[in-house]
């Protein structure tokens, strides 16, 4: 582990940003990351990276506590069940794999015509969609997976509960929306969509969420609404139900992630140009930040520098107290948030009751 605690500078916009969290920096990875995800406790960190591997990490001091090895290319994605029971992974190796959490051990693989580029669980555990790329004459397709909870996980069926392809704009993330017999989806045209999971019927779709790729989708904690980040530099607030847009945040940069923060009104911010536009000054300098914006009053309320290249990917600890992200660099950042932060009153003196 490198690094201990440091503050890292916050703008001055927000009083309870002022001073910033204490961090931890792990250099698990040798290339850069592609996603990272907490526990439902908050005490595990899991990220994959273009290096093949998965890494699991200690929240509270960052230390390394295992790695999942297999892969044979680049883990985009990666999703872990609500009991930290099951991980599941998907990569460029054209493989979706099942692992246990605790023994590092790999239970199952699924294996398809082009590379996983995006997994998740459904909310009972019970099941796995996830999208493989349209790619040297195939469809992009999403597919949904009974998981046998039953055993020891190794007897999985090979065959899709459902399976379907998104007509026109190929789909590049994915989640189980509000209710578990939709699938919503984000596209390369910036268009979002919810899909019947059974008969791959579109339901819903709102064409111009975004005017560029959607490169990430996070849902609330009730799935009731949902943040979504874009190459086209905003990232936007929608309803599960109706995929209207509650709000947009505006940035000066191609996002690749957002986060929202569970039981303050935040929502989190990272992106930054490609290594080509990038000045070696701000590599140099660990510039690239992620930035914290008002969920409600759509204003930027402070920013955590830190990373030598883009961010690629942001997550919140479900318990609120950290969040963590991973760059271009290698680099995964744990970042605790201090007592300023939950002291802070986002709303001024009104309270806002959950």
């Known amino acids: 582990m490198v690094g201990a605690h440091s503050y890292p500078t916050y703008g001055d916009a927000h009083p309870s940003l002022s001073r910033g969290p204490s961090y931890y920096k792990q250099t698990g990875h040798e290339r850069s990351l592609t996603q990272i995800k907490f526990n439902r406790e908050g005490d595990l960190l899991f990220s994959c990276s273009k290096d093949h591997t998965i890494n699991v990490w200690y929240t509270h001091n960052g230390e390394r506590l295992g790695t999942y090895d297999g892969h044979n290319g680049t883990v985009w994605t990666i999703d872990v069940d609500s009991q930290s029971r099951f991980l599941i992974s ?20 699924w294996e398809f015509p082009t590379a996983v580029k995006r997994v998740a669980f459904s909310e009972d555990d019970d099941q796995v969609v996830c999208i493989t790329e349209q790619r040297m004459g195939h469809q992009g397709a999403v597919r949904i997976f009974n998981i046998n909870r039953d055993g020891d996980g190794t007897e999985q069926s090979k065959e899709p509960l459902s399976m379907f392809n ?10 189980f929306a509000h209710t578990p017999d939709l699938i919503l989806t984000g596209h390369e045209s910036g268009k979002i969509a919810l899909f019947d999971a059974k008969t791959g019927e579109e339901v819903l779709t709102n064409e111009h969420a975004h005017r560029d790729t959607v490169t990430d989708l996070q849902l609330s904690p009730d799935r009731s609404y949902f943040v979504t980040s874009s190459k086209d530099k905003t990232a936007r607030l929608h309803e599960t139900r109706t995929l209207t847009v509650l709000k947009t945040y505006v940035t000066e940069t191609p996002l690749n992630s957002a986060a929202l923060a569970p039981g303050k009104p935040y929502v989190l911010l990272g992106g930054g140009q490609d290594a080509m536009s990038v000045t070696t000054t701000s590599l140099r300098q660990g510039k690239f930040e992620t930035r914290f914006w008002h969920k409600v009053f759509e204003e930027e309320v402070g920013r955590v520098k830190g990373h030598f290249g883009p961010v690629n990917t942001i997550a919140v600890s479900p318990k609120g107290d950290c969040y963590a992200s991973g760059g271009e660099d290698g680099f995964v950042r744990v970042h605790h948030f201090d007592e300023s932060y939950f002291r802070a009153k986002p709303y001024g003196d009104l309270e806002i009751e959950d």
Do not use: H
Not at 90 to 109: H, I, P, Y
């Open 166 to 175: 998104p007509i026109g704009s190929k789909a590049v993330v994915c989640a």
């Open 90 to 109: 998907g990569s460029a190796d054209n493989t979706m794999r099942l692992w246990e959490v605790q023994s590092g051990k790999c239970l199952f693989r």
